[in-house]
Each structure stands twice: as structure tokens, then as C-alpha cells.
């Protein structure tokens, strides 16, 4: 957890004492991203079913306990699925740019490079929509800077094939999110939907 901080001040040092310790992906998925990836879901839950939401000067809105549970726990699957997925494509996509990393240096690039996201997650517990937004743009465009300055240190190439490299992991991320949307429509669609209170 000493590479969360680290990696929001001193991203290169960090890198490089994450490529060097090479976690096992059993340690990496159950000391780091098991727990940070309870942050959104925790964070939602509690935002969406104590506090609430407006949009302008309109009536709050807030989710029923039951309803906002079910989405969290759905939430938190998807993100635990989606940073395994996400590895998977990046040692898939890995030869083209000349590496050839272990599944685990895959896992491990892929969960700390998502760490500014969790951590601003945490704003969801009080959602104001405007912040949230403005926070959230801040986070994405920190983590997509930790995966430009990752990629080189992780997989063991030059910064230019890095720069391509971590180009094609953004857009694996993109579709990596359309999938998990269609999925949510899909879910919705089942009975899923959120539930407003009265």
C-alpha cells in the first residue's frame, strides 16, 4: 500500500520499486486491488442512500439501502473483473511492442495505474455533481499519465514504444468501459435498475 502515495508524488521512483519487487498476482489482487476497489462502491453506497444528489436547485435524490446495495455489489464485481480483463489485453497486445511480460507485471500495471482513480472515489460519499466531475477529470488524466510513465518501467521497453504501447492500453481501456455500460443496460434492463425513494 506504501506505492499508492508514492505513486501520486514520485510516480518513476515507484515504478521502478514495483517493477523490481514483481508481486505474485494472488498478492497484488488481495492486498491492493480487493481493497481499493471497495473504495467507489463503498463511496457510491453511502453518497447515494444518505446524502443524495441534485442537479441545480432541484430536490435531492437518493437511492433505497436495498437498491444501492445490489449496484454496489455489482460495481465491485465489475471493477475486480475489469482490472483482470484489462491485464489480459495488455500481455496479449505485449509482442507487437516488442515485450514480453508475465501475466503478473500486467496485473500489477494495470491495478496501479488505476490508483488516483480509486482514491478519488472517495468524493462519491458526498456527491456534488459539479466537484465530482472536476475531481474525476483530475484522476483520470493522473492515471493515464502513471500508465504513460508505467508501461516503459513494466514491461522492459524504450520510452517510445512505451508511448505507443500505453496508447493502445487507453483504447482497450475505452472499450474495456462501452462493455461494462452495455453490460450495466443490459442489467438494468433485468431488474437491476436503481430504485429512488419517495
Keep these: 500500500m506504501r506505492n499508492t502515495f508514492g505513486l501520486l508524488y514520485e510516480p518513476e521512483k515507484q515504478w521502478r520499486k514495483i517493477s523490481e519487487k514483481n508481486d505474485s498476482i494472488a498478492k497484488t489482487y488481495f492486498k491492493f486491488i480487493v481493497v481499493m476497489a471497495l473504495l467507489p462502491p463503498a463511496a457510491a453506497y453511502v453518497g447515494s442512500t444518505y446524502v443524495g444528489w441534485s442537479l441545480g436547485m432541484t430536490e435531492t435524490y437518493r437511492l433505497t439501502a436495498e437498491s444501492a446495495l445490489k449496484l454496489s455489489i455489482a460495481a465491485y464485481v465489475a471493477i475486480l473483473s475489469a482490472v483482470l480483463v484489462l491485464a489480459w489485453f495488455v500481455q496479449w497486445m505485449a509482442k507487437t511492442y516488442g515485450a514480453n511480460p508475465s501475466y503478473k507485471r500486467c496485473v500489477n500495471l494495470t491495478a496501479y495505474s488505476c490508483t488516483p482513480l480509486f482514491l478519488v472515489s472517495i468524493l462519491g460519499a458526498y456527491p456534488i455533481l459539479w466537484?465530482?466531475?472536476?475531481?474525476?477529470?483530475?484522476?483520470?488524466?493522473?492515471?493515464?499519465?502513471?500508465?504513460y510513465n508505467g508501461v516503459p518501467i513494466m514491461m522492459g521497453i524504450d520510452r517510445d514504444r512505451g508511448f505507443l504501447f500505453a496508447s493502445s492500453i487507453l483504447t482497450v481501456c475505452l472499450c474495456v468501459l462501452v462493455g461494462m455500460l452495455a453490460i450495466t443496460v443490459i442489467f438494468w434492463g433485468s431488474g437491476l435498475a436503481p430504485v429512488f425513494t419517495s
Design 131 to 147: 466537484l465530482n466531475m472536476l475531481f474525476s477529470l483530475v484522476a483520470i488524466g493522473w492515471a493515464v499519465y502513471l500508465l
